[in-house]
């Protein structure tokens, strides 16, 4: 069985993601090849080839490519995927919307999210937000499924795969690109952090947000929010953590004034190290705490900063 993998990356370098993903791919088969669509292929794809387990490292190169167009995404995978036993997408916005389509012309099942490979054909995966875990066996010959990557280890940088370049598939008329917007931070990106801060709207207002960032800014960690909290306007969006937002695997996770529902709960299911927040003792977050405490979080925030000496 061999595996075709469409790399996760940003069009200058490979995100961690797609490592993770490799480890994964190589619990179904015994075989993972790298499909990098995009610009600047060659260069992700030189990034690519040194990852363990590759064997080939496919690049389109093309201005279509470029971002993230889910339609012309899923039509160079099906000029591609002929002959693999799995056809696998990271489970990030343009791999979710990309692998459906992919399914549906190969007319397999989709499966999505998998968290935990059994064997070839069977995989475990998150129900009901995250509360439940479903093992799920497939029948098709050809499995099409997304890979929730935080629940899977990295590959070493140990390969010396081949690498060929592929033709891209025209542009999609149905839709166009209009323009890119990503807020400039210096902070570290929310998604690989090995430290992660997040509010809840138990800080009520911007003071107790100011006091969050303050205290994340100055132990180096990327900042999280509820959807509760970033819709009361407390913080963009892509702060945002859970079902509907990031998922997430830092190493160490303070969860601060955030109550605990499961639809946030589900983000931070392969974070190592839970600390809750919280004024309210029965809030479901302590839970899944690994360490709690009930205190007022701005006031706990401003004691641990205070501690820490910064």
């Excluded at 996770?253 to 299911?269: D, L, P």
């Amino acid at each position: 069985m061999t595996a075709l993998l469409i790399a996760d990356h940003d069009n200058v370098r490979l995100r961690p993601s797609t490592a993770q993903a490799i480890t994964a791919a190589l619990e179904m088969t015994d075989t993972v090849d790298l499909l990098i669509a995009g610009s600047n292929g060659q260069v992700v794809a030189e990034e690519a080839a040194k990852l363990k387990g590759v064997r080939t490292v496919y690049y389109a190169d093309a201005p279509q490519l470029a971002q993230d167009c889910p339609e012309v995404l899923a039509s160079l995978v099906l000029d591609e995927c002929k002959g693999y036993s799995h056809v696998l997408f990271v489970a990030n916005a343009v791999g979710k919307s990309a692998m459906p389509r992919v399914a549906a012309k190969l007319d397999v099942s989709p499966i999505s999210e998998i968290t935990g490979v059994k064997g070839p054909k069977t995989f475990v995966r998150g129900i009901y937000a995250g509360s439940l875990l479903s093992t799920v066996e497939s029948t098709d010959d050809v499995i099409v499924a997304t890979i929730r990557t935080t629940a899977f280890n990295a590959v070493a940088e140990e390969g010396e795969a081949q690498i060929e370049e592929v033709i891209a598939p025209a542009g999609y008329d149905g839709s166009r690109f209009v323009r890119f917007s990503e807020p400039n931070s210096d902070r570290p990106e929310l998604v690989s952090a090995p430290v992660v801060v997040a509010g809840g709207r138990g800080l009520i207002d911007e003071s107790g947000f100011k006091a969050l960032t303050d205290f994340a800014d100055s132990i180096g960690a990327a900042i999280g929010a509820t959807r509760t909290a970033v819709d009361m306007g407390l913080c963009p969006n892509d702060w945002q953590v859970g079902q509907t937002g990031k998922m997430i695997a830092p190493e160490l996770y303070f969860a601060v004034g955030i109550s605990g529902a499961i639809q946030h709960t589900a983000g931070i299911k392969d974070a190592k190290t839970v600390v809750a927040i919280n004024k309210e003792a029965d809030a479901p977050i302590f839970e899944v705490a690994d360490y709690g405490l009930v205190a007022d979080g701005v006031e706990a925030l401003n004691e641990l900063k205070a501690k820490l000496g910064h």
